[in-house]
């Protein structure tokens, strides 16, 4: 789950980390009290989850009230999903910084990366310039040690009043990242001020999905997804996304889920939406139909091969899901494993017929998407 | 015959008691491998699928020496589990739970690695040598999945290996051993780390990995055949071709970030390293024949 800045930036700050003097406004009419908050210049900044907003011109300095109005205005009219804006006092800042906290998958260690050119689209500067890039391992049964910043904060090339700055944040966003099971925390820029202190210029802060029960004071709200469809199939514990297309997906098991993605893309169809329901959902075949169906798909696609999730449950549940919700569209169904012997007969009363080969059932699925209209 | 596991090993059932510990345990037995005890927390005096339950991992030790274990607890359990097999001096563990937090996903990489152990897992079904032992849930009644032979498959996925075993099966083989490393972004074991098995392994003549998006284990085969670690004929089945970038595609470890861990880029560096990559499912099978009787 990612949390959005001004988020990240309260547990940051609360962590110990300087943040810029900033407020958070829901609607227009709360925008004369931020700035009386945070002083002019400020930076209006967009509250959404997408990267690069600098680039998509979601984060914008305002020199006067007017300004700032101005695009306050145009973003809550014209920005899909935006909840709020941050309004933030403008730093004057004489360096910009990364900083950067994940896992590494090898090693199972932590990873701080941070470089002295921060700022910019940091994946571009390890493609160009991966020398300007300083990371660190970190066994998270000893933690992050004074020595290994210590070193790092000196290949910075930083002044030597911003060395125990640094050298703080540093400390700080790792009890960050661990206390929020974080999968990654990333200060990019920290701006160096004229006299060396560090303040936080963004926050990023994603928490671990498996961890989430854990920090039960950040639910996802449907600002943190991209339809009420997707927020729905989250609820549910479905994983689900949306892709425009034709051909809706109702699988099972993330990788078959996506070879038959790549299957229909290959044989020239495209894809309404993935989601896949097998693992602790495959009794959820009405909930699946009826996510799917609000993309108003040509034809649903269902291919599955389950252990657990046996065949002839999921069929059943299919039967049960097309009597319910009685389905304009067609459905190509392909079930696999424990019980499949069982399947064309359970298929039987609604007529659906059982294929038992997956690229058959794709090519079935793109044919009739290929001809058929939408309902 | 197979790799890691036999009907030599001896193997302890941590989470026995539970609906899926029992109901697998007991497949695991009719499949011949040796399950000596069970291990649950206030159930020491029970008796489970016929061999008895201990409070501890310790307390079984002392009248069942084990060499594996086999873990059926709930996600957030598993890492405390995984800590009290090595504790016990078990060196191969296999851990099923989807779910397991990141950071502890990371802990038990980072203790498997210090106590030189083999830990499979999580978000997997484990490992079967068909035909000799499992060590997993498996539906390995299923006979053109499940069938014994002299091919090594690797896989990240649960349905996908079902698919692509078929396919192995389909075209008159068999696996000797079977691996699900799992879904998980920091899984517990890499692909990599067991070619050297398979390529010791007289039993096996080549090897099958059924990879996705994502992650670098495919990129780490890639560097093992470079430099000559396996030698036998390598396939590869990599899901996620057509996946935009940046999109979690399902599995956490699933996602392209960036320009890494593309299946483009995966499958040039195993096509360089002279594996052979299907681009569809149906093809593994047709590949797999090919490059076996090229060396035959």
């Known amino acids: 789950m990612k949390l959005?800045?001004?988020?990240?930036?309260?547990?940051?700050?609360?962590?110990?980390?300087?943040?810029?003097?900033?407020?958070?406004?829901?609607?227009?009419?709360?925008?004369?009290?931020?700035?009386?908050?945070?002083?002019?210049?400020?930076?209006?900044?967009?509250?959404?989850?997408?990267?690069?907003?600098?680039?998509?011109?979601?984060?914008?300095?305002?020199?006067?009230?007017?300004?700032?109005?101005r695009l306050a205005e145009d973003y809550f009219a014209q920005v899909p999903r935006l909840k709020a804006i941050l309004v933030e006092e403008a730093v004057d800042y004489r360096q910009e910084l990364y900083l950067g906290l994940s896992m590494d998958a090898k090693s199972g260690q932590a990873i701080l990366m941070a470089s002295g050119e921060g700022g910019v689209d940091i994946e571009e500067v390890s493609r160009s310039a991966p020398e300007k890039i300083h990371t660190l391992s970190i066994d998270l049964l000893k933690g992050l040690q004074p020595f290994q910043i210590n070193d790092l904060v000196y290949s910075l090339g930083l002044e030597k009043a911003a060395f125990r700055p640094v050298s703080a944040v540093c400390a700080s966003l790792y009890q960050a990242f661990c206390r929020m099971d974080a999968e990654l925390a990333e200060i990019n820029p920290l701006f160096i001020l004229k006299d060396g202190q560090a303040v936080a210029g963004d926050g990023k802060l994603n928490i671990d999905d498996n961890s989430a029960f854990r920090h039960p004071e950040y639910r996802q709200g449907p600002e943190h997804f991209d339809s009420p469809t997707a927020?729905?199939?989250?609820?549910?514990?479905?994983?689900?996304?949306?892709?425009?297309?034709?051909?809706?997906?109702?699988?099972?098991?993330?990788?078959?889920?996506?070879?038959?993605f790549d299957l229909v893309n290959f044989e020239g169809g495209t894809v309404a939406n993935y989601l896949e329901y097998g693992g602790p959902n495959y009794t959820k075949a009405g909930v699946a139909m009826r996510l799917c169906l609000a993309n108003n798909p040509k034809v649903i696609l269902i291919v599955t091969f389950g252990t657990i999730a046996r065949a002839d449950v999921m069929a059943a549940g299919i039967v049960q899901a097309i009597q319910e919700l009685k389905p304009a569209c067609p459905i190509v169904a392909c079930l696999r494993g424990t019980g499949e012997e069982r399947v064309e007969e359970i298929f039987a009363p609604v007529g659906l017929k059982q294929y038992t080969d997956t690229e058959t059932a794709v090519r079935k699925a793109v044919g009739i998407a290929a001809q058929g209209d939408r309902t | 015959m197979s790799i890691l596991i036999d009907r030599s090993t001896r193997v302890l059932v941590q989470g026995m008691t539970g609906k899926e510990g029992s109901f697998w345990s007991r497949h695991m037995l009719d499949l011949g491998t040796q399950v000596v005890a069970g291990v649950t927390p206030n159930k020491e005096g029970q008796s489970c699928c016929g061999v008895p339950v201990y409070h501890s991992v310790r307390r079984a030790l002392l009248a069942h020496p084990a060499t594996a274990s086999m873990i059926f607890v709930p996600p957030r359990f598993v890492m405390d589990a995984v800590m009290e097999a090595l504790a016990g001096g078990i060196r191969l563990i296999v851990t099923l739970a989807d779910g397991i937090p990141l950071h502890e996903q990371a802990r038990i990489r980072a203790a498997g690695l210090k106590a030189n152990a083999t830990i499979i897992g999580g978000n997997t079904s484990g490992i079967i040598s068909p035909g000799a032992g499992m060590m997993g849930s498996f539906p390995h009644w299923i006979e053109r999945v499940y069938k014994p032979g002299r091919i090594g498959i690797m896989t990240r996925s649960g349905s996908l290996t079902n698919e692509i075993a078929a396919m192995v099966v389909a075209e008159g083989f068999g696996a000797s051993t079977l691996i699900g490393v799992g879904g998980d972004p920091i899984p517990a074991s890499r692909f990599a780390e067991f070619l050297p098995l398979f390529q010791a392994d007289s039993q096996t003549d080549a090897v099958v990995i059924v990879g996705e998006l994502g992650g670098s284990m495919e990129e780490e085969v890639a560097q093992s055949l470079e430099k000559g670690l396996f030698t036998k004929p390598l396939v590869?089945?990599?899901?996620?071709?057509?996946?935009?970038?940046?999109?979690?595609?399902?599995?956490?470890?699933?996602?392209?970030?960036?320009?890494?861990?593309?299946?483009?880029?995966k499958t040039r560096l195993l096509e360089q390293a002279g594996a052979l990559v299907a681009q569809r499912p149906r093809d593994v099978g047709a590949l797999l024949g090919d490059a076996l009787a090229k060396r035959a």
Do not use: W
């Open chain 1, 4 to 69: 959005f800045e001004y988020q990240a930036k309260e547990l940051f700050a609360s962590h110990g980390i300087p943040v810029p003097n900033s407020a958070l406004i829901h609607s227009l009419d709360q925008l004369d009290g931020a700035l009386a908050q945070t002083g002019l210049p400020c930076v209006i900044k967009c509250q959404v989850l997408q990267g690069g907003r600098g680039k998509a011109g979601l984060v914008k300095m305002a020199r006067n009230k007017q300004e700032a109005r």
């Open chain 1, 231 to 260: 927020y729905e199939a989250a609820q549910e514990g479905i994983p689900y996304i949306e892709f425009g297309g034709d051909i809706s997906l109702m699988c099972a098991g993330a990788g078959l889920t996506n070879t038959v």
């Open chain 2, 236 to 265: 590869a089945f990599l899901a996620g071709r057509t996946a935009p970038p940046g999109t979690r595609m399902g599995h956490a470890g699933a996602i392209i970030s960036g320009q890494s861990g593309t299946v483009a880029e």
